[in-house]
């Protein structure tokens, strides 16, 4: 087991009983960050503290921990530096300092001999050891945080156990013993050399075909845990381990799982277990308590995604974890094929619906899920159920907002001008009818080239800026050419100013909001200089007025919530970066 998975996002609180109130609230909170700077990259860990902005006397520890544990993984740093780390502290109890992440030396467990730590993860450390008796090479983990782990942390990880040793599948990595040493709990598993499907991913080691092949090993392993009544909730290419001598993927890391025949008290409501970018929607909205099969399908169908586009279908280049967890819960994923067109539209077909935001939606369970792998691997048509037409529509229009609002007021806006037309409401004023005849199909094309250019982009902002530019003067020249600032279309303005939020970017709203105002003062002084038809101050100032309440409101509203696919650059469609090859599809 030379590459075991690191554990998921699922923090515990400290062992902290006698501490005083300050200190536990403190311990609880560096505890926190730190599981979640561990599973960075180390290059980037003390980086994403500094973007935190905690408290300094916070973000010194939790900088400490994190440049000791970096210690411990590799010998980086002059003694010196090192030793200034272990002097800072976790927590306090009575002026004495605990240093929750020094070095630990190799553990001595009767009947095994440790040789060697061989990965660490958010919550555990792996060793590879020889077992007297019987004589074989075996995997040992312990837990990361030793004696200061608390209760609820423990009983997780005896849980792992547990959950693992009910399953018999030539799949699941078996366990052999659980057992105690000096009050730090212990799991001893069989011993694999092998590396994790996410590092062959990285190295491009395999085709897409192969790598499909072993996702469906793996999904017949889950479809028995499901049937053992266990839900892994946390499946992802790092808890993957293939053997590199037989190929033979296992499935690792059943630190999250529930059971679903007996309650358990190790999550609640609000708890949010799993890792991001590959955590179904319920359980990113803290439903994990009541999490069923279908969010291990999820995980599954998140795992083809990787697979197919080199990427997790939700991903934030800052690595931010809340503005990750809106994504998941807001926004369906960008399908595989609108990353890279040469995916097979059936393994496309697949992973959508695997990963529905609905989980009634989805696979009804694994087995059906490693099924239509089989069936696309063969030739054979698969079985997933096409989505409706609604659902088709609005999946296209959650991905690309701008250009949905744009075609549904311009429809509506066309069609009113039709029926205006049919029924006399309008005057006979030809030139009005030829500009709308023309700004309407050429404002459709200026959202479709935008929408176009912002893919090619990657969420460029500047993109985002051009394409309000472009429609706030196509509605003010149709404005124009009608009755100007009299006009009924001037209400048309706010509807430019509302969807501006839908971008997710707070400047953008403020930038359309002081364009359709000085749009609407120019049609103002037109019509008092040049059409001699002025519009009452008291009509005009509270349009503009009302322009700018929207704007800020709008403004407001999304500095509160600002996730979002298409405004955020990671979220948009890229060249992928897998390197897999497609030809055997």
């Given at each position: 087991m030379t590459e075991p998975t690191s554990e998921g996002d699922d923090w515990g609180h400290g062992n902290s009983a006698q501490l005083p109130r300050d200190a536990v609230r403190d311990f609880e909170r560096i505890q926190e960050l730190f599981w979640q700077a561990v599973e960075l990259p180390a290059e980037e860990r003390l980086a994403w503290i500094n973007r935190q902005r905690?408290?300094?006397?916070?973000?010194?520890?939790?900088?400490?921990?994190?440049?000791?544990?970096?210690?411990?993984?590799?010998?980086?740093?002059?003694?010196?530096?090192?030793?200034?780390?272990?002097?800072?502290?976790?927590?306090?109890?009575?002026?004495?300092l605990l240093d929750s992440s020094r070095v630990r030396t190799l553990p001595e467990i009767p009947n095994y001999e440790i040789l060697e730590e061989i990965d660490r993860g958010g919550m555990g450390i792996v060793y590879k050891a020889r077992q007297f008796r019987p004589d074989r090479l075996v995997a040992i983990k312990m837990m990361r945080m030793g004696a200061f782990s608390s209760a609820q942390d423990v009983e997780r990880f005896l849980h792992e156990a547990n959950?693992?040793?009910?399953?018999?599948?030539?799949?699941?990595?078996?366990?052999?013993?659980?057992?105690?040493?000096?009050?730090?709990?212990?799991?001893?598993?069989?011993?694999?050399?092998?590396?994790?499907?996410?590092?062959?991913?990285?190295?491009?080691?395999?085709?897409?075909?192969?790598?499909?092949k072993k996702l469906r090993v793996v999904a017949n392993a889950i479809a028995d845990a499901h049937e053992h009544g266990i839900i892994h909730r946390d499946l992802k290419p790092s808890n993957i381990l293939i053997d590199q001598?037989?190929?033979?993927?296992?499935?690792?890391?059943?630190?999250?799982?529930?059971?679903?025949?007996?309650?358990?008290?190790?999550?609640?409501?609000?708890?949010?277990?799993?890792?991001?970018?590959?955590?179904?929607?319920?359980?990113?909205?803290?439903?994990?308590?009541?999490?069923?099969?279908?969010?291990?399908?999820?995980?599954?169908?998140?795992?083809?995604?990787?697979?197919?586009?080199?990427?997790?279908?939700?991903?934030?280049?800052?690595?931010?974890?809340?503005?990750?967890?809106?994504?998941?819960?807001?926004?369906?994923v960008i399908s595989p094929r609108e990353r890279d067109r040469r995916i097979p539209h059936d393994l496309n077909a697949i992973c959508i619906q695997s990963l529905e935001t609905d989980p009634a939606l989805r696979y009804?369970?694994?087995?059906?899920?490693?099924?239509?792998?089989?069936?696309?691997?063969?030739?054979?048509?698969?079985?997933?159920?096409?989505?409706?037409?609604?659902?088709?529509?609005?999946?296209?229009?959650?991905?690309?907002?701008?250009?949905?609002?744009?075609?549904?007021?311009?429809?509506?806006?066309?069609?009113?001008?039709?029926?205006?037309?049919?029924?006399?409401?309008l005057p006979g004023d030809e030139s009005f009818k030829r500009t709308v005849n023309y700004v309407v199909p050429l404002a459709i094309m200026n959202a479709a080239i935008w929408q176009w250019w912002l893919q090619r982009t990657g969420g460029a902002a500047w993109t985002l800026y051009a394409w309000?530019?472009?429609?706030?003067?196509?509605l003010t020249a149709v404005i124009f050419s009608g009755d100007g600032a009299r006009s009924g279309l001037t209400s048309a303005m706010f509807v430019l100013v509302a969807a501006s939020s839908l971008r997710c970017?707070?400047?953008?709203?403020?930038?359309?909001?002081?364009?359709?105002?000085?749009?609407?003062?120019?049609?103002?002084?037109?019509?008092?200089?040049?059409?001699?038809?002025?519009?009452?101050?008291?009509?005009?100032?509270?349009?503009?007025?009302?322009?700018?309440?929207?704007?800020?409101?709008?403004?407001?509203?999304?500095?509160?919530?600002?996730?979002?696919?298409?405004?955020?650059?990671?979220?948009?469609?890229?060249?992928?970066?897998?390197?897999?090859?497609?030809?055997?599809?």
């Open positions: 905690l408290p300094s006397k916070i973000a010194r520890r939790l900088s400490a921990a994190v440049i000791a544990d970096l210690g411990a993984e590799a010998d980086t740093q002059e003694p010196s530096d090192q030793d200034a780390a272990l002097s800072e502290t976790i927590c306090v109890t009575s002026g004495k959950a693992a040793s009910q399953l018999a599948h030539a799949a699941v990595v078996p366990v052999y013993e659980v057992g105690d040493v000096h009050g730090e709990p212990f799991i001893v598993m069989k011993f694999i050399q092998g590396v994790t499907l996410e590092k062959l991913l990285q190295r491009n080691a395999l085709t897409t075909t192969e790598a499909i001598k037989t190929g033979q993927p296992w499935v690792m890391d059943f630190g999250l799982a529930k059971s679903l025949q007996t309650d358990s008290n190790l999550t609640s409501a609000g708890d949010i277990m799993g890792t991001p970018g590959y955590m179904a929607p319920e359980i990113a909205t803290g439903q994990s308590s009541t999490a069923s099969p279908a969010a291990d399908v999820y995980g599954l169908g998140a795992i083809l995604y990787r697979i197919l586009t080199g990427r997790p279908p939700i991903e934030v280049a800052s690595g931010d974890f809340a503005q990750t967890i809106q994504l998941i819960r807001e926004h369906d009804p369970n694994a087995g059906e899920f490693a099924a239509d792998l089989r069936r696309c691997l063969e030739g054979e048509s698969i079985h997933v159920r096409q989505s409706g037409i609604f659902r088709r529509v609005q999946r296209w229009a959650r991905h690309r907002p701008g250009l949905a609002v744009t075609i549904c007021m311009l429809l509506v806006f066309y069609s009113y001008h039709v029926i205006a037309i049919a029924i006399g409401m309000a530019t472009g429609e706030v003067l196509l970017r707070p400047l953008l709203i403020g930038y359309v909001t002081v364009l359709t105002m000085l749009s609407y003062g120019l049609l103002w002084v037109d019509s008092i200089i040049v059409r001699h038809q002025p519009v009452a101050a008291l009509t005009a100032i509270p349009m503009m007025l009302a322009l700018a309440l929207i704007g800020l409101i709008q403004y407001i509203a999304m500095n509160r919530s600002s996730a979002s696919l298409e405004a955020n650059r990671d979220g948009m469609p890229r060249k992928n970066n897998a390197g897999l090859d497609r030809d055997k599809n």
